[in-house]
């Protein structure tokens, strides 16, 4: 049907936007909806999402029932961090989990702060960098806690090839469970992970498929960097009530395209 009044896309939008709304709820229909009952979880957070994050929430833990990987996209201020972190508490029920967020080197401490103002009894660790030498810069695994509404380098400290040892332990896992029964949030700044050379070993295809999970070059359209699943040592992977080894359950990737001297997007990574 020709209407001539129409001339341009926005005049045709404003015109059929309820019936486009329609097309879109019929074609895509929400995992969780508005009316949908939220977690009782959400709940024991320290902070509360807001309505529209917590139906945010369920549709993200919806997915990740079924799914591998879920994306949150939403305008800067929205609370995407927040949706993340109560995700990650309802994903793994409640319970202990361990999870590695990768975000621009500008959100690092934001990340830490929210982590530990949002989730209780929550352990916080920046990775200020992979190499076990000295340097006039952080190196290592610092635990980080908040003093005076500030991030400062407190507590437990380590390196990647420490933590990777089980000692007197029956295995790499079982130390840090017993180093470590909380839950815990390590954060990564994307340039940290980009210039460490413990990426080396993983420079090929990743596990999940060519492009797929991984940051890629957009010049070259190759893979520099392998994705966190495949980085991240599998000792930090917590056991569920069995013992058995959650590696390949609950990952959340909030990712974008990624290249040297840019720091577009954040990738989290959990193993409840």
Not at 103 to 115: D, I, M, Y
Not at 127 to 143: C, F, K, V, W, Y
Not at 165 to 193: D, H, I, M
Request: proline letters at 7%.
């Amino acid at each position: 049907m020709k209407h001539a009044n129409i001339n341009d896309i926005p005049t045709y939008l404003r015109r059929f936007a309820n019936e486009l709304g329609e097309r879109i709820l019929d074609s895509f229909p929400p995992l969780q909806g508005a009316q949908d009952p939220t977690s009782p979880l959400l709940a024991k957070l320290l902070r509360r999402p807001y309505p529209a994050q917590a139906v945010a929430v369920g549709g993200i833990v919806k997915r990740l029932a079924e799914a591998r990987s879920a994306a949150v996209v939403a305008e800067c201020g929205t609370g995407k961090t927040l949706i993340s972190l109560a995700s990650l508490y309802v994903a793994s029920g409640g319970r202990r989990f361990v999870a590695l967020a990768m975000v621009p080197s500008h959100l690092t401490p934001k990340w830490l702060r929210e982590g530990l103002t949002t989730i209780a009894g929550l352990r916080a660790f920046v990775i200020d960098g992979l190499r076990n030498a000295n340097s006039t810069s952080p190196n290592g695994i610092h635990e980080v806690r908040l003093r005076g509404g500030r991030i400062v380098r407190e507590g437990f400290k380590t390196t990647l090839s420490d933590l990777r040892l089980r000692k007197n332990y029956p295995s790499a896992r079982a130390r840090w469970n017993a180093l470590c029964p909380q839950p815990a949030l390590f954060v990564l700044s994307k340039e940290t992970g980009k210039l460490s050379y413990f990426w080396r070993h993983a420079y090929n295809v990743a596990q999940s498929g060519r492009c797929q999970g991984s940051v890629v070059n957009p010049d070259t359209g190759q893979l520099p960097l392998p994705s966190v699943r495949r980085f991240w040592p599998r000792a930090l992977l917590s056991a569920d009530s069995q013992g058995r080894g959650q590696d390949d359950h609950g990952s959340l990737h909030l990712a974008g395209r990624v290249s040297q001297g840019s720091a577009r997007g954040g990738r989290i990574s959990s193993f409840p």
